[in-house]
Protein backbone atom coordinates (compact mmCIF):
# COMPACT_ATOMS: atom_id res chain seq x y z
CA UNK A 1 0.00 0.00 0.00
CA UNK A 2 0.95 3.71 -0.35
CA UNK A 3 2.18 5.51 2.61
CA UNK A 4 3.52 8.56 3.80
CA UNK A 5 7.27 7.70 5.76
CA UNK A 6 8.64 10.41 8.19
CA UNK A 7 12.51 9.32 7.53
CA UNK A 8 13.88 11.84 9.94
CA UNK A 9 12.70 14.73 11.75
CA UNK A 10 13.28 17.89 9.86
CA UNK A 11 11.39 20.11 7.23
CA UNK A 12 8.66 18.94 4.97
CA UNK A 13 10.94 16.81 2.74
CA UNK A 14 11.87 14.27 4.72
CA UNK A 15 8.53 13.06 3.97
CA UNK A 16 7.90 10.50 1.38
CA UNK A 17 5.78 8.07 -0.19
CA UNK A 18 6.40 4.62 -0.19
CA UNK A 19 5.23 0.99 -1.09
CA UNK A 20 4.63 -0.64 2.27
CA UNK A 21 3.14 -3.83 3.27
CA UNK A 22 -0.74 -3.89 3.80
CA UNK A 23 -1.45 -4.20 7.45
CA UNK A 24 -2.62 -7.92 8.81
CA UNK A 25 -5.58 -7.08 11.19
CA UNK A 26 -5.43 -9.18 14.39
CA UNK A 27 -8.36 -11.10 15.93
CA UNK A 28 -9.68 -8.05 18.17
CA UNK A 29 -9.14 -5.43 14.88
CA UNK A 30 -10.74 -3.92 11.95
CA UNK A 31 -8.94 -3.12 8.51
CA UNK A 32 -10.17 0.47 7.37
CA UNK A 33 -9.68 1.37 3.79
CA UNK A 34 -8.64 5.46 4.63
CA UNK A 35 -10.84 7.30 2.19
CA UNK A 36 -9.48 11.07 4.03
CA UNK A 37 -7.60 12.10 6.65
CA UNK A 38 -6.18 15.42 7.67
CA UNK A 39 -3.06 17.25 8.03
CA UNK A 40 -2.89 18.85 11.47
CA UNK A 41 -0.89 20.93 13.81
CA UNK A 42 0.11 17.95 15.72
CA UNK A 43 1.36 16.06 12.72
CA UNK A 44 3.73 18.82 11.62
CA UNK A 45 4.68 19.14 15.35
CA UNK A 46 5.71 15.14 15.34
CA UNK A 47 8.01 15.46 12.12
CA UNK A 48 9.72 18.87 12.70
CA UNK A 49 10.03 18.05 16.20
CA UNK A 50 9.73 22.46 16.59
CA UNK A 51 8.85 22.16 20.53
CA UNK A 52 11.27 24.33 23.32
CA UNK A 53 13.75 22.91 25.84
CA UNK A 54 13.02 19.70 27.75
CA UNK A 55 10.03 19.01 25.42
CA UNK A 56 12.38 18.13 22.93
CA UNK A 57 14.45 15.39 24.67
CA UNK A 58 10.98 14.17 25.80
CA UNK A 59 9.30 13.80 22.56
CA UNK A 60 12.15 12.18 21.43
CA UNK A 61 12.44 9.14 24.05
CA UNK A 62 8.60 8.90 22.85
CA UNK A 63 8.32 9.28 19.76
CA UNK A 64 11.78 7.89 18.66
CA UNK A 65 15.55 9.26 18.83
CA UNK A 66 16.81 10.24 15.12
CA UNK A 67 13.28 9.28 13.44
CA UNK A 68 9.87 8.60 14.84
CA UNK A 69 9.87 4.91 15.51
CA UNK A 70 6.22 4.62 14.32
CA UNK A 71 7.35 6.16 10.46
CA UNK A 72 3.79 6.72 8.90
CA UNK A 73 2.73 9.61 10.62
CA UNK A 74 -1.43 10.56 10.51
CA UNK A 75 -3.42 10.06 13.66
CA UNK A 76 -7.21 10.92 11.73
CA UNK A 77 -9.21 9.13 9.30
CA UNK A 78 -12.67 8.18 7.63
CA UNK A 79 -12.61 4.87 5.72
CA UNK A 80 -14.60 1.99 4.90
CA UNK A 81 -14.12 -1.33 6.94
CA UNK A 82 -12.57 -3.77 4.29
CA UNK A 83 -12.06 -6.95 6.84
CA UNK A 84 -12.37 -7.62 10.45
CA UNK A 85 -10.79 -10.23 12.44
CA UNK A 86 -12.31 -12.95 14.37
CA UNK A 87 -13.35 -11.65 17.27
CA UNK A 88 -14.69 -8.40 16.07
CA UNK A 89 -18.38 -8.06 16.65
CA UNK A 90 -19.01 -4.18 16.43
CA UNK A 91 -18.26 -3.21 13.01
CA UNK A 92 -18.68 -5.30 9.69
CA UNK A 93 -16.90 -5.30 6.20
CA UNK A 94 -18.64 -1.62 4.26
CA UNK A 95 -19.37 0.12 7.68
CA UNK A 96 -18.14 3.68 6.98
CA UNK A 97 -16.03 4.37 10.07
CA UNK A 98 -13.74 7.18 11.00
CA UNK A 99 -11.44 8.07 13.88
CA UNK A 100 -8.43 8.89 16.07
CA UNK A 101 -5.16 6.67 15.80
CA UNK A 102 -3.16 9.13 18.29
CA UNK A 103 0.16 7.83 19.29
CA UNK A 104 -0.23 4.95 17.33
CA UNK A 105 0.25 7.47 13.96
CA UNK A 106 -0.44 5.30 10.85
CA UNK A 107 -3.35 7.27 9.38
CA UNK A 108 -1.67 8.83 6.45
CA UNK A 109 -1.41 5.74 4.09
CA UNK A 110 -4.31 3.46 2.04
CA UNK A 111 -4.91 1.30 5.25
CA UNK A 112 -4.57 1.19 8.81
CA UNK A 113 -5.72 -2.01 11.24
CA UNK A 114 -7.34 -0.63 14.58
CA UNK A 115 -8.40 -2.11 17.68
CA UNK A 116 -12.57 -2.68 17.54
CA UNK A 117 -12.49 -0.70 20.84
CA UNK A 118 -10.15 1.77 20.09
CA UNK A 119 -11.57 5.34 18.96
CA UNK A 120 -13.09 4.50 16.02
CA UNK A 121 -17.21 4.35 15.80
CA UNK A 122 -19.81 4.72 12.67
CA UNK A 123 -19.12 7.86 10.84
CA UNK A 124 -22.03 10.46 11.32
CA UNK A 125 -24.80 9.54 8.31
CA UNK A 126 -24.81 13.05 6.77
CA UNK A 127 -20.85 13.33 6.46
CA UNK A 128 -18.34 12.66 3.29
CA UNK A 129 -15.40 11.29 4.11
CA UNK A 130 -13.39 14.39 4.47
CA UNK A 131 -15.74 16.12 6.71
CA UNK A 132 -15.83 13.07 9.17
CA UNK A 133 -11.66 13.52 8.93
CA UNK A 134 -11.88 17.20 9.41
CA UNK A 135 -13.71 17.19 12.41
CA UNK A 136 -11.68 15.22 14.63
CA UNK A 137 -8.65 16.25 15.89
CA UNK A 138 -9.72 20.09 16.65
CA UNK A 139 -13.32 18.67 17.90
CA UNK A 140 -11.48 16.17 20.24
CA UNK A 141 -9.45 18.97 21.93
CA UNK A 142 -12.14 21.48 22.13
CA UNK A 143 -14.84 19.10 22.98
CA UNK A 144 -12.04 17.77 26.25
CA UNK A 145 -11.20 21.16 27.19
CA UNK A 146 -14.43 22.96 27.43
CA UNK A 147 -16.03 19.59 29.70
CA UNK A 148 -13.24 20.64 32.05
CA UNK A 149 -14.11 24.19 31.73
CA UNK A 150 -17.51 23.35 32.47
CA UNK A 151 -19.48 24.90 29.40
CA UNK A 152 -22.33 22.94 29.46
CA UNK A 153 -23.02 23.49 33.08
CA UNK A 154 -24.98 26.35 32.34
CA UNK A 155 -26.47 28.77 29.30
CA UNK A 156 -24.80 31.98 28.49
CA UNK A 157 -21.80 31.27 29.52
CA UNK A 158 -19.22 34.32 28.47
CA UNK A 159 -16.36 32.59 27.28
CA UNK A 160 -13.53 34.07 25.60
CA UNK A 161 -12.17 31.86 23.12
CA UNK A 162 -8.23 33.14 22.16
CA UNK A 163 -7.28 31.85 18.67
CA UNK A 164 -10.32 31.11 16.91
CA UNK A 165 -9.92 30.25 13.61
CA UNK A 166 -7.58 27.20 13.51
CA UNK A 167 -8.61 23.34 13.83
CA UNK A 168 -9.49 23.65 17.80
CA UNK A 169 -10.75 27.27 17.89
CA UNK A 170 -13.29 27.25 15.10
CA UNK A 171 -14.59 23.40 17.12
CA UNK A 172 -14.43 25.89 19.89
CA UNK A 173 -16.96 28.42 18.70
CA UNK A 174 -19.09 25.78 17.65
CA UNK A 175 -19.56 23.93 20.71
CA UNK A 176 -19.49 27.04 22.59
CA UNK A 177 -22.53 27.73 20.15
CA UNK A 178 -24.33 24.41 21.04
CA UNK A 179 -23.99 25.57 24.84
CA UNK A 180 -25.80 28.88 24.46
CA UNK A 181 -22.71 30.73 25.84
CA UNK A 182 -21.98 34.38 24.70
CA UNK A 183 -18.92 34.26 23.05
CA UNK A 184 -16.06 37.05 22.09
CA UNK A 185 -13.56 35.13 20.38
CA UNK A 186 -9.65 37.12 19.71
CA UNK A 187 -8.53 36.30 16.07
CA UNK A 188 -7.13 38.36 13.25
CA UNK A 189 -8.13 40.82 10.43
CA UNK A 190 -7.81 37.90 8.36
CA UNK A 191 -9.36 35.48 10.44
CA UNK A 192 -12.87 37.99 10.76
CA UNK A 193 -14.92 36.44 7.95
CA UNK A 194 -14.29 33.07 9.43
CA UNK A 195 -15.44 33.97 12.68
CA UNK A 196 -18.36 36.08 11.54
CA UNK A 197 -19.68 32.61 8.98
CA UNK A 198 -19.89 30.58 12.76
CA UNK A 199 -21.87 33.21 14.11
CA UNK A 200 -19.69 35.30 15.86
CA UNK A 201 -20.03 39.20 16.73
CA UNK A 202 -17.76 40.04 19.22
CA UNK A 203 -14.60 39.87 17.98
CA UNK A 204 -11.05 41.34 19.21
CA UNK A 205 -8.57 41.68 16.55
CA UNK A 206 -5.48 40.70 17.60
CA UNK A 207 -3.11 42.80 14.77
CA UNK A 208 -5.32 45.99 16.26
CA UNK A 209 -5.64 46.00 19.60
CA UNK A 210 -4.33 43.96 23.14
CA UNK A 211 -7.21 41.60 24.09
CA UNK A 212 -5.40 41.88 27.53
CA UNK A 213 -7.24 45.52 27.82
CA UNK A 214 -10.57 44.50 27.98
CA UNK A 215 -12.71 45.65 30.55
CA UNK A 216 -15.50 42.72 29.88
CA UNK A 217 -15.05 39.83 32.29
CA UNK A 218 -15.38 35.76 31.65
CA UNK A 219 -16.28 32.58 32.76
CA UNK A 220 -14.37 30.74 30.49
CA UNK A 221 -11.29 31.83 29.06
CA UNK A 222 -10.07 29.01 26.39
CA UNK A 223 -6.62 29.79 24.63
CA UNK A 224 -7.04 27.64 21.78
CA UNK A 225 -3.77 28.66 20.12
CA UNK A 226 -1.64 28.46 23.16
CA UNK A 227 -0.08 32.22 22.94
CA UNK A 228 -1.37 33.43 26.48
CA UNK A 229 -1.02 32.42 30.01
CA UNK A 230 -3.42 32.68 32.95
CA UNK A 231 -1.14 35.39 34.99
CA UNK A 232 -2.14 37.46 31.73
CA UNK A 233 -6.07 36.76 31.51
CA UNK A 234 -6.72 36.78 35.66
CA UNK A 235 -7.79 40.56 35.06
CA UNK A 236 -10.47 39.00 32.37
CA UNK A 237 -11.79 36.05 34.76
CA UNK A 238 -14.81 36.41 36.85
CA UNK A 239 -14.77 34.99 40.21
CA UNK A 240 -14.56 31.35 39.83
CA UNK A 241 -13.98 31.76 36.17
CA UNK A 242 -12.13 28.78 34.78
CA UNK A 243 -8.82 29.44 32.24
CA UNK A 244 -8.08 26.67 29.63
CA UNK A 245 -4.58 26.22 27.92
CA UNK A 246 -4.76 24.44 24.79
CA UNK A 247 -1.10 23.45 25.64
CA UNK A 248 -1.80 20.69 28.55
CA UNK A 249 -2.28 17.36 27.93
CA UNK A 250 -5.52 16.16 26.41
CA UNK A 251 -7.06 12.77 26.37
CA UNK A 252 -9.10 11.29 23.46
CA UNK A 253 -12.12 9.42 24.05
CA UNK A 254 -14.77 7.46 21.83
CA UNK A 255 -17.16 9.67 23.85
CA UNK A 256 -15.66 12.88 22.25
CA UNK A 257 -16.26 11.35 19.14
CA UNK A 258 -19.44 10.16 19.45
CA UNK A 259 -20.27 13.99 20.39
CA UNK A 260 -19.29 14.97 17.36
CA UNK A 261 -21.32 12.71 15.28
CA UNK A 262 -24.45 13.69 16.96
CA UNK A 263 -23.65 17.44 16.67
CA UNK A 264 -22.59 17.07 13.04
CA UNK A 265 -25.85 14.96 12.15
CA UNK A 266 -27.85 17.77 14.20
CA UNK A 267 -26.66 20.34 11.96
CA UNK A 268 -25.03 22.13 15.12
CA UNK A 269 -21.31 21.17 14.14
CA UNK A 270 -19.66 21.27 10.87
CA UNK A 271 -16.69 20.58 8.91
CA UNK A 272 -14.45 23.85 8.66
CA UNK A 273 -12.31 22.55 5.44
CA UNK A 274 -9.46 25.50 3.99
CA UNK A 275 -7.55 23.06 1.60
CA UNK A 276 -7.65 19.71 0.64
CA UNK A 277 -4.65 18.24 -0.71
CA UNK A 278 -3.88 14.67 -2.22
CA UNK A 279 -1.37 11.99 -0.41
CA UNK A 280 1.04 12.73 -3.15
CA UNK A 281 1.50 16.44 -1.98
CA UNK A 282 1.84 15.49 1.37
CA UNK A 283 4.82 18.03 1.55
CA UNK A 284 2.95 20.95 0.25
CA UNK A 285 0.17 19.80 2.56
CA UNK A 286 3.05 20.66 5.49
CA UNK A 287 3.97 23.43 3.80
CA UNK A 288 0.85 24.91 4.66
CA UNK A 289 0.00 23.57 8.00
CA UNK A 290 3.70 24.68 8.89
CA UNK A 291 2.58 27.94 8.15
CA UNK A 292 0.12 28.16 11.45
CA UNK A 293 -2.38 30.74 9.63
CA UNK A 294 -4.78 27.31 8.58
CA UNK A 295 -8.24 28.22 8.81
CA UNK A 296 -10.20 25.38 10.05
CA UNK A 297 -8.31 22.01 8.38
CA UNK A 298 -6.44 20.98 5.79
CA UNK A 299 -7.48 17.57 4.63
CA UNK A 300 -5.28 15.00 3.11
CA UNK A 301 -7.32 12.68 0.37
CA UNK A 302 -6.03 9.05 -0.15
CA UNK A 303 -8.52 6.86 -1.39
CA UNK A 304 -11.59 6.93 -3.84
N1 LIG B 1 -3.29 19.50 24.10
C1 LIG B 1 -3.51 18.81 23.02
O1 LIG B 1 -3.67 17.59 23.05
C2 LIG B 1 -3.62 19.54 21.71
C3 LIG B 1 -4.40 19.01 20.68
C4 LIG B 1 -4.52 19.74 19.51
C5 LIG B 1 -3.83 20.94 19.35
N2 LIG B 1 -3.04 21.39 20.36
C6 LIG B 1 -2.31 22.65 20.22
O2 LIG B 1 -3.25 23.66 20.01
C7 LIG B 1 -2.73 24.66 19.20
C8 LIG B 1 -3.70 24.96 18.07
O3 LIG B 1 -3.89 23.82 17.30
P1 LIG B 1 -4.66 23.89 15.92
O4 LIG B 1 -4.57 22.56 15.31
O5 LIG B 1 -5.98 24.52 16.11
O6 LIG B 1 -3.71 24.91 15.14
P2 LIG B 1 -3.91 25.57 13.73
O7 LIG B 1 -5.17 25.10 13.10
O8 LIG B 1 -2.65 25.39 12.96
O9 LIG B 1 -4.04 27.12 14.14
C9 LIG B 1 -3.91 28.06 13.17
C10 LIG B 1 -4.78 29.25 13.51
O10 LIG B 1 -4.28 29.95 14.64
C11 LIG B 1 -4.50 31.36 14.42
N3 LIG B 1 -3.49 32.12 15.15
C12 LIG B 1 -2.15 32.10 14.95
N4 LIG B 1 -1.56 32.95 15.83
C13 LIG B 1 -2.54 33.50 16.58
C14 LIG B 1 -2.56 34.45 17.65
N5 LIG B 1 -1.45 34.99 18.12
N6 LIG B 1 -3.75 34.77 18.18
C15 LIG B 1 -4.87 34.24 17.72
N7 LIG B 1 -4.93 33.36 16.71
C16 LIG B 1 -3.77 32.98 16.14
C17 LIG B 1 -4.33 31.50 12.92
O11 LIG B 1 -5.10 32.56 12.42
P3 LIG B 1 -4.41 33.94 12.01
O12 LIG B 1 -3.07 33.59 11.49
O13 LIG B 1 -5.32 34.55 11.03
O14 LIG B 1 -4.38 34.63 13.31
C18 LIG B 1 -4.86 30.18 12.36
O15 LIG B 1 -6.20 30.27 11.94
C19 LIG B 1 -1.37 24.15 18.71
O16 LIG B 1 -0.36 24.75 19.47
C20 LIG B 1 -1.42 22.67 19.00
O17 LIG B 1 -0.16 22.13 19.26
C21 LIG B 1 -2.94 20.73 21.55
Same mark, same amino acid.
Given at each position: ????????????????????????????????????????????????????????????? #?????????????????????????????????????????????????????????????????????????????????????????????????????????? #?????????????????????????????????????????????????????????????????????????????????????????????????????????????????????????????????????????
Amino acid at each position: MKAVICTRYGPPDVLQIQEVAKPIPNDNQILVKIIASAVNSGDVRVRSLDVKGMMKFVMRL #VLGISKPRKPILGTVFAGVVETVGNKVSKFKAGDKVFGMTGFNFGAHAEYTAVHQNSKVIEMPANASFEEAAAIVFGGHTAIYFLEKAKLADKANKKILIIGATGS #VGTAAIQLAKHYHADITVVCSSEGKKLAGELGVTKLILYDKEDFTKQTEKFDIIFDAVGRSNRKQCKQLLNRNGIYKNVNRYASETTQQLQLLKELFEKGAFKAIIDKTFQIDEIKEAHRYVDTGRKKGNVVLKIGE
